[in-house]
């Protein structure tokens, strides 16, 4: 089965850039979808197809893709950005796969 | 309002049965994919199953495979996730989600649902 690894947490001091990555081989040759879950609440998609944001994503918010690693970046970091972030992907013999989600700390 | 409400999560025995649910509002339902995903607690999120507009093709992760079936009724504009043979290990919140993109065209999921819990205890 397709695995996607992620750091468990990453912490970062407002108004500086988190950068948040996802590994699995092959990442190249895949979508990646990066999802914000906060506590209590449902996930949202920030970004999608590696780097397009949907509408109403602050543009702070980008992706990117390199090797075998996807990567978040959210810059100018605000305190409401803190959450979980899961990359997710789509793969021929394991469907659609999370990554385990990286727990981002604004200090 | 685009909205995913779903229900039928409850307190089961292992070995018991369930069936959730989700309805759907404020878009075309037949006209997107539509997914289960579940989230146990303090852990992270887990693709249960898939079904693409019209309920022909479905599709499942290994973990839940032979016990899971997924099915929609378009005219109703619901979801529905069958859960036979309860295991422990199958308590989780349950949050269905709608493609991104109708027709298929990429895997993200845009719309999810707040979810509802199966709780699965002897």
């Known amino acids: 089965s397709y695995v996607l690894t992620q750091a468990p947490s990453v912490s970062v001091a407002p108004g500086l850039t988190a950068t948040i990555t996802c590994g699995g081989p092959?990442?190249?040759?895949?979508?990646v979808h990066w999802y914000q879950q906060k506590p209590g609440q449902a996930p949202v998609l920030v970004v999608y197809?590696?780097?397009v944001r949907p509408s109403g994503i602050p543009e702070r918010f980008s992706g990117s893709k390199s090797g075998n690693t996807a990567t978040l970046t959210i810059s100018r970091v605000e305190a409401g950005d803190e959450a979980v972030y899961y990359c997710?992907?789509?793969?021929?013999?394991?469907?659609?796969?999370f990554g385990g989600g990286t727990k981002l700390a604004v200090l | 309002e685009v909205q995913l409400v779903e229900s039928g999560g409850r307190v089961e025995r292992p070995g018991g049965s369930l069936r959730l649910s989700c309805e759907a509002s404020?878009?075309?339902?037949?006209?997107?994919?539509m997914n289960w995903v579940r989230q146990a607690p303090g852990k992270g999120l887990e693709w249960v199953s898939g079904?693409?507009?019209?309920?022909?093709?479905?599709h499942y992760a290994e973990s839940v495979k032979g016990r899971f079936t997924i099915s929609r009724d378009n005219a109703k504009s619901v979801l529905y996730l069958q859960i036979n043979s309860l295991r422990v290990e199958d308590t989780a919140l349950y949050h269905c989600?709608?493609?991104?993109?109708?027709?298929?065209?990429?895997?993200?999921?845009?719309?999810w649902g707040q979810g509802t819990t199966v709780t699965v205890s002897s």
């Open positions: 989600a709608r493609d991104f993109s109708p027709y298929g065209s990429s895997s993200a999921m845009a719309v």
């Open positions: 404020g878009f075309i339902f037949d006209d997107y994919g």
């Open positions: 997710q992907v789509w793969d021929r013999t394991s469907d659609r796969v």
């Open positions: 092959n990442i190249t040759t895949k979508s």
């Open positions: 079904i693409d507009r019209n309920g022909d093709s479905t």
């Open positions: 197809d590696d780097k």
